[in-house]
C-alpha cells in the first residue's frame, strides 16, 4: 500500500531547507512580474521604441529575487538606460529608478486587492514531508509582502522562521545574488549552510545558494524551458525540477 510520500534521497543527508517564496512557494510571481511590466513599458515606449518588458525572461533574468531597487536597476542596464537613482520619497513614475520601483510598489500593492494568491500545491506537499521528517523550513523573500502572503495563503505555520524584505532592510543585508539572505535564514534554523538546501526559481537566487556554500541548491523552473535548466544550472543549480513536490517519492506501508 501506498503511504505518504516520502523525501527524494538528494534531501536526506540534509538538516534544513530554506525556500524562496514568490513562485516556489506562493503564486505570487505572476502578479510580481504584471506589476513590473506596467511600470517600465509606458518608460520604454517613450525612450524611442525600445521593446516591452517580457513577463518571462526579464522577469526571471533581471528582477525576480531581488528588491525592488536592484531589480529596477538590473532591468534597466540590460537595456542600456541609465536613470538617476532618485530620493527615497519619490514618488511613483518614471523619472528615476527609485520612482520606477515606487510605481511597480504601487501597481502591486493595488493588484494586491482583486487577486488571491494560493500555495503551489506540491511545494505544499513537499512542506508537509518535510515537517514530517522534522527538518526545519525558512521561507525568504527580498518583498516585503511575503510574511502576510505566507499568512494569506495558509502556509505561514509550516516555516519556523521568515526572513522577508522588511528584515532584509531592518538588518542591512545585501540583495541576491548576494547569499546574506540564505545564510540569515539557515542561521536562524541553527544549521550551518552545508547542511542545508536552497530551492529556488530565480537566477540570481540559485547563484546566491552556491555562493553560500549550501549543502544543495534546488532550482524551480516553471516556465516550460523559456528559462531553461541549463541556465539554472549554469547558475549554480545541482537539481531542477518544474515544482517542488518533484523533491518527494512514493512511500510504502
Keep these: 500500500m501506498t503511504g505518504a ?29 504584471a506589476a513590473w511590466k506596467d511600470a517600465f513599458d509606458p518608460f520604454l515606449e517613450a ?29 534597466l542596464a540590460s537595456r542600456g538606460l541609465d536613470l538617476p537613482l532618485g530620493d527615497p520619497d519619490d514618488a511613483p513614475g518614471s523619472g528615476t ?11 502591486f500593492t493595488a493588484g494586491l486587492r ?4 494560493e500555495a503551489w500545491p506540491g ?11 522534522r527538518v526545519p523550513c525558512a521561507a525568504v523573500s527580498a518583498s516585503r509582502h511575503a510574511t502576510e502572503l505566507l499568512s494569506a495563503a495558509g502556509v505561514l505555520a509550516l516555516f519556523q522562521t521568515v526572513v522577508d524584505g522588511n528584515e532584509v532592510r531592518r538588518l542591512g543585508l545585501p540583495g541576491k545574488p548576494d547569499p546574506a539572505l540564505f545564510v540569515e535564514a539557515a542561521r536562524r534554523l541553527d544549521v ?4 542545508t538546501a536552497v530551492v529556488e526559481d530565480a537566477l540570481a537566487g540559485v547563484e546566491a545558494g552556491r555562493r ?26 545541482d537539481v531542477v525540477v518544474a515544482d517542488p513536490g518533484e523533491l518527494l517519492v512514493a512511500g510504502e506501508d
Excluded at 529608478?97 to 501597481?107: D, S, T
Excluded at 482583486?114 to 494568491?117: A, G, L, V
Design 5 to 33: 510520500p516520502l523525501l527524494a534521497t538528494a534531501l536526506r543527508s540534509l538538516r534544513a531547507v530554506v525556500l524562496d517564496t514568490d513562485g516556489v512557494i506562493i503564486d505570487s510571481a505572476r502578479l510580481h512580474a
Design 47 to 75: 525612450t524611442g521604441g525600445q521593446r516591452p518588458f517580457d513577463l518571462v525572461e526579464d522577469y526571471l533574468r533581471h528582477v525576480d529575487g531581488r528588491s525592488r531597487l536592484d531589480g529596477a536597476s538590473a532591468f
Design 97 to 107: 529608478v527609485r520612482a520606477l520601483a515606487a510605481r511597480k510598489e504601487q501597481l
Design 114 to 117: 482583486t487577486h488571491t494568491i
Design 123 to 133: 511545494c505544499v506537499r513537499l512542506l508537509d514531508a518535510l515537517r514530517r521528517a
Design 192 to 195: 550551518p549552510p552545508r547542511d
Design 212 to 237: 553560500g556554500g549550501f549543502g544543495l541548491v534546488v532550482g524551480v523552473d516553471r516556465t516550460g524551458g523559456r528559462i531553461s535548466a541549463a541556465a539554472l544550472r549554469r547558475h549554480g543549480a
